[in-house]
């Protein structure tokens, strides 16, 4: 049972259907002789008789009966997975994980959902962290495509730009500054008095925040307070205890409600980009291919749209 060949169960299955070995040789193109010595095999290994001669030609035996039905379920398993693979050649099946910056929690759910409506058969599995944590993975390969702010320098990486990603200034609507606004730009020197609350070292946005403030003498020596989270940053700006610069994408709801205003600095927006980041030399999939063009064609949909300035 054990030696059993799909070759052999076809026989039985057109012999079953045909009722003359002559007529199943010629429909599976093989000799008579041929058909019955694989009937043969598959009797002798099985020590059963699977078809009995009749004035009706062969009848099969509840034995033949049963190969009968097991060769219909294997050819039925067979064009389930022809099925899956050209779903997998499509890139409408398959698997991905992605790592996802902390930032871009804020729309990465709305389009990986969008993505799915169009490719319900790929799975998607998220991991959301800060960009030390990104990287760990991506020097690891725990994540297979990655959605963050800068690409690394010092591993080397396929990426590609799939939107815009401007950082702003927030504070409460109290704020001294907020009133001006609508009444001309707050320079970078005004701006740089204030008590910024800022991201961990070696974050994006506090990188193009020092950056930004790099060129005013001795500011970068004591930088702001140091804060975890972006949720914490945005809380403690409508709490009163400072400024932050933050990405434009993160903020929609808080302005929406008039919990916090865009200041009109000099220099801001902050123009960056959001990538996707694959390591290079990477297999891609033809569900990843598809996940990137999907990222290419539609991401800005799913971006949180307000004014800026």
Do not use: C
């Amino acid at each position: 049972m054990h030696n059993l060949t799909f070759r052999q169960l076809r026989s039985i299955q057109t012999i079953d259907k045909t009722r003359k070995i002559s007529t199943a040789a010629r429909e599976i193109g093989l000799t008579a002789p041929a058909v019955t010595l694989q009937l043969q095999q598959v009797e002798e290994a099985s020590e059963i008789q699977l078809f009995e001669r009749s004035k009706f030609g062969m009848q099969t035996t509840m034995a033949g009966r049963a190969y009968v039905e097991a060769a219909g379920a294997i050819e039925g398993i067979l064009r389930q997975l022809e099925d899956k693979i050209d779903a997998l050649k499509d890139g409408k099946s398959g698997r991905i994980r992605l790592g996802i910056v902390s930032t871009a929690k804020y729309f990465a759910p709305y389009l990986v959902a969008g993505f799915a409506k169009s490719n319900p058969d790929v799975e998607i599995v998220m991991t959301v962290g800060n960009r030390e944590q990104l990287l760990e993975m991506l020097h690891s390969h725990e994540a297979d495509l990655f959605i963050m702010g800068r690409p690394p320098n010092n591993i080397n990486v396929n990426s590609f730009i799939f939107g815009d990603h401007p950082l702003v200034v927030i504070a409460p609507p109290d704020h001294p500054l907020a009133n001006m606004a609508n009444k001309g730009e707050i320079s970078k020197e005004r701006i740089a008095d204030e008590t910024f609350l800022i991201r961990e070292k070696g974050s994006g946005t506090r990188t193009s925040l020092e950056i930004y403030l790099g060129e005013i003498p001795g500011r970068l020596d004591s930088l702001g307070i140091e804060m975890d989270s972006i949720e914490t940053i945005k809380q403690s700006v409508m709490a009163g205890m400072g400024i932050g610069v933050i990405s434009a994408h993160t903020i929609a709801q808080e302005v929406e409600t008039g919990r916090m205003v865009i200041l009109h600095v000099e220099g801001m927006p902050i123009k960056r980009q959001w990538f996707s980041v694959t390591r290079a030399g990477m297999a891609i999939s033809p569900a990843m291919a598809s996940f990137q063009q999907f990222l290419q064609s539609n991401a800005t949909r799913y971006f949180p749209q307000f004014p800026v300035q």
